[in-house]
């Protein structure tokens, strides 16, 4: 294996709070990379909705699509997007 190569792991057993942090996370990387549209996509998730906080996420994934210079991003949204079924 290359000294290059990483491996993101997939925890699925994330719990709501654990969700919202990892949101507040993806909101603040955004903002730091002056993404402003991605990280206002994240204002006001605590508490929300499950359905609400997974159409967030699929289309900040979406947004991200063409933006390979914003992959460790992305890979934080699918994260969270494995983890929805735990929301209560």
Do not use: C, Y
Request: glycine residues 4%; proline residues 2%; without cysteine.
């Amino acid at each position: 294996m290359a000294q290059d190569d990483k491996t993101v792991r997939m925890v699925t057993n994330l719990d709501r709070k654990a969700v919202e942090g990892k949101l507040a996370d993806v909101r603040k990387a955004a903002q730091s990379a002056n993404l402003t549209e991605l990280a206002s996509m994240f204002n006001g998730v605590e508490g929300m909705p499950r359905a609400q906080i997974e159409t967030r996420v699929q289309n900040a994934l979406r947004w991200l699509a063409d933006k390979p210079q914003h992959m460790r991003i992305q890979a934080d949204l699918e994260l969270v997007e494995i983890n929805l079924k735990n929301l209560k």
